[in-house]
């Protein structure tokens, strides 16, 4: 693919591939079958969880291709084909977490190599990178990837992968993943793209020049909130040893169980995300008559600043909203008034949730950074579920019932700029 040698090449372990013939089916009929085949012993139709730590070899030298489960699991191979079919990826690699999938993507580099990421990732990839891969000599620099131009002022001979979160957490920053692409490709170096926001339903990151795609499966994925988990999708096959070989070593690898609960959930992707993302157009359009479009980040506003590049690169929005509210109290207020949306951290379940991103999820990123970021104190970020928009609907404006006057006009025009 024209890509630097980034390394010696590893002994093949025996890749994990798309069954091709998968490739040619819709994606629904993807999500149910695709990497699945009925079990031999009794022709099982749901792939088995196979608990076991070792197996059995036929005489020394001989075995099925399995000789210890960190380096592979039938269940978890089942996951990791599934999934690559519907990013349209040609190797999957299921992680413990979506952290543990990002540490193991780092392992392709060494230390002395420069990676550009966005400024807007999720808080605990920016944790992972500023607070413990930086002290094994590998250096980033963090820029708005609204921006492609900034992106390739970023570059340096030393840049081995562009990484971009599109739509970012929490502020649903859109980044043009074609001309990122482009830009790292001129630069000899990979684009790895986050896409657990928008799930392969409504984008498709390898179709516009990325390298490696990987998720969080513990959001949309799995989608029912009871696991937590990382895929890594690639197309190269040299890439694709390389990480092989670094998750049998490193070791960050799923138990069968929760791969099992993975493959489950990927099966209804695409009726999920259908309703996510028309209770999330719903429940924006309600929030914008409330408090203005301004105050409202959903991709699929037309108020939205990006909302043209997101319809170019995206089949549909989903069920993620940001909403400014401009001070402290206020979400607080909302927050604790909601019932149907829980207050908790995480996103992408079959429930609704709310939280507030300045003390929780993004509370490992530094106050001034946050304030430079536009992570308000006033910031509240909406995981839209499953359930009738009309009891959403009910939720909110219950919860908004009563909410502190908003500071004045000038205050909160502060407030949403700060970004
Ligand atoms: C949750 C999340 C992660 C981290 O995944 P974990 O499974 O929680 O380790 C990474 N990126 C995004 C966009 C996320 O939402």
């Known amino acids: 693919c024209g890509l630097p040698s980034l390394f010696p090449s590893y002994p093949s372990m025996g890749l994990t591939r798309v069954f091709d013939e998968d490739l040619s089916a819709g994606f629904g009929t993807r999500a149910v079958h695709a990497g699945q085949r009925p079990e031999p012993l009794a022709g099982a139709i749901m792939t088995p969880v196979f608990l076991t730590s070792t197996y059995v070899q036929e005489e020394l030298g001989k075995n099925k291709g399995y000789e210890y489960a960190r380096g592979k699991n039938p269940t978890r191979e089942a996951l990791e084909r599934n999934v690559a079919a519907l990013e349209g990826g040609r190797h999957g690699f299921a992680f413990s977490s979506g952290m543990g999938c990002v540490d193991s993507l780092m392992k392709l580099f060494r230390a002395g190599d420069h990676i550009v990421c966005g400024v807007n990732v999720y808080g605990g990839t920016f944790r992972l990178f500023d607070k413990i891969l930086k002290n094994f000599g590998m250096t980033f620099s963090f820029v708005d990837t609204r921006d492609p131009q900034r992106v390739e002022d970023a570059m340096t001979p030393a840049t081995k992968a562009v990484l971009v979160e599109t739509p970012s957490n929490p502020l649903m920053r859109v980044t043009d993943i074609r001309a990122v692409a482009e830009i790292a490709h001129r630069k000899t170096a990979l684009l790895i793209v986050d896409n657990t926001f928008a799930s392969p339903v409504f984008q498709r990151p390898f179709e516009l020049g990325a390298d490696i795609v990987y998720h969080s499966t513990t959001k949309y994925l799995n989608g029912h909130s009871d696991m937590v988990g990382g895929i890594a999708l690639v197309q190269d096959d040299g890439i694709a040893e390389r990480l092989q070989f670094i998750l049998n070593a490193a070791g960050a690898v799923p138990g069968p169980f929760d ?87 995480s996103l992408g379940g079959v429930e609704s949730l709310i939280s507030h991103p300045a003390s929780m999820t993004h509370a490992s990123v530094p106050a001034d950074q946050r304030a430079r970021l536009g992570i308000s104190d006033g910031l509240v970020r909406l995981s839209c579920g499953v359930e009738e928009l009309d009891d959403l609907l009910a939720d909110l404006e219950h919860a908004f019932e009563g909410i502190p006057a908003a500071k004045s006009a000038d205050g909160r025009r502060a407030a949403v700029t700060a970004g």
């Open 259 to 345: 791969a099992w609960l993975a493959l489950r959930g990927t099966k209804t992707l695409h009726l999920r995300m259908r309703q996510h993302d028309a209770n999330g157009r719903g429940v924006a359009q309600w929030l914008a008559e409330q408090l203005g479009p301004e105050q409202v980040m959903y991709v699929g506003l037309p108020s939205h600043p990006q909302h043209e590049l997101a319809r170019r690169q995206m089949s549909g929005f989903g069920g993620m909203i940001s909403i400014e509210l401009g001070s402290r109290e206020r979400p607080a207020h909302v927050l604790k008034r909601a019932r149907v949306f829980s207050l908790a951290e």
